[in-house]
């Protein structure tokens, strides 16, 4: 299978299936740093200044509008904290960790 950030997110209609804590689990080991949060993954990234910050917003709004995936995001002046849940399927996804890990790659 190719990791996480070289692959794309593929839509996924209302009712399908979540992943089980299981399959979520293995997927946590591969993004360093992301916790499991009730239905989400999350993690909190910190920055030296505003600016900084904005970036990194920027570039996630980039992968966003490119996966057609959103996370929910709570922006500060040094600090971005970014969560990822699949709404059509009432918790966690492989689009979710994907997206994830691409964030990642931007060697924050």
Not at 21 to 50: K, N, V
Request: proline share 5%; hydrophobic share 45%.
């Amino acid at each position: 299978m190719k990791p996480l950030a070289e692959q794309h997110c593929t839509p996924l209609h209302a009712g399908s299936p979540a992943l089980d804590h299981d399959e979520a689990s293995e997927l946590l080991a591969q993004i360093p740093g992301w916790s499991i949060t009730g239905s989400m993954i999350a993690r909190d990234f910190t920055f030296s200044d505003f600016f900084g910050t904005m970036a990194f917003v920027n570039a996630v709004a980039w992968i966003a509008h490119r996966e057609d995936h959103h996370p929910e995001l709570v922006v500060g002046f040094d600090h971005c904290e970014v969560r990822y849940s699949t709404h059509s399927v009432g918790g966690l996804s492989i689009n979710d960790f994907i997206c994830a890990a691409k964030i990642e790659a931007l060697s924050v």
